[in-house]
Nanobody, 119 residues
């Protein structure tokens, strides 16, 4: 059974930091690209950060570049999102996503964790 379980969300003040974690199970974690998405009230879900299966080159939304860092530990089947210099516009539900495309497409989602940044 595939599971992605996010943790680390919460309420933080403007300029603060949070570290999200996503623990994966039920699939071969090291063969999947891992992504963090977020969805704010009334807005579409947007891709925040991506890290390939073996780590290395990462990608970020322009709105978080220089403030957020995605990383993964394949030995622990866990992906992280370090969020610094948080702004009220970062307030959203953050979702962990595992993606792999070979002959078929595999796309798994966590349940989400709320991040609220107060001003």
């Amino acid at each position: 059974q595939v599971q992605l379980v996010e943790s680390g969300g919460g309420l933080v003040q403007l300029g603060g930091s949070l570290r999200l974690s996503c623990a994966a199970s039920g699939f071969t974690f090291s063969t999947y690209a891992m992504r963090w998405y977020r969805q704010a009230p009334g807005k579409e879900r947007e891709l925040v950060a991506n890290i390939p299966s073996a780590g290395g080159s990462t990608d970020y939304a322009d709105s978080v570049k220089g403030r957020f860092t995605i990383s993964r530990d394949n030995a622990k089947n866990t992906v992280y999102l370090q969020m610094n210099s948080l702004k009220p516009e970062d307030t959203a539900v953050y979702y962990c996503n595992a993606f792999r495309r070979t002959w078929s497409t595999y796309d798994y989602w966590g349940q989400g964790t709320q991040v609220t940044v107060s001003s």
